[in-house]
C-alpha cells in the first residue's frame, strides 16, 4: 500500500464542490430562515412593550396591570438578548 494521497479525478473533485455548494446555500437558506423569526419575534415583543397597561374597560385592572408588566418584564429581557446576540457584541 502506498502512502501517497489518492489523485481525485476531474468528476471527483466537481461531484465534491458541487456537494459544498450545496452545503453553503443550505446555510445560507437557514440563516435567511433564522433572520426572518427572529425579525418577527422582535415585532411580537415590540407589540406586547407597546401595551398600555393603563387600560380599563370594566374588567379586572388588577388582573390587567400585572398581565402587561409581566409581559413588559420578559419582553424587555428577551429582545435585550435578541439585539444583543445580534450585533456581535458577545
Known amino acids: 500500500m502506498s502512502d ?20 453553503v446555500q443550505s446555510l445560507r437558506d437557514d440563516i435567511e430562515k ?7 419575534m422582535k415585532k411580537a415583543l ?4 407597546s401595551i398600555d397597561p393603563s387600560y380599563y374597560d370594566g ?6 396591570k400585572y398581565c402587561a408588566y409581566t ?4 419582553s424587555k429581557l428577551v429582545l435585550a438578548t435578541i439585539e444583543n446576540e445580534g450585533s456581535g457584541d458577545e
Open 59 to 64: 374588567n379586572n385592572v388588577h388582573h390587567l
Open 4 to 23: 501517497l494521497p489518492k489523485m481525485l479525478s476531474k468528476r471527483e473533485i466537481e461531484l465534491e464542490e458541487l456537494e459544498e455548494a450545496r452545503y
Open 34 to 40: 433564522l433572520k426572518t423569526q427572529l425579525n418577527f
Open 46 to 49: 415590540r407589540e406586547i412593550l
Open 71 to 74: 409581559m413588559k418584564g420578559i
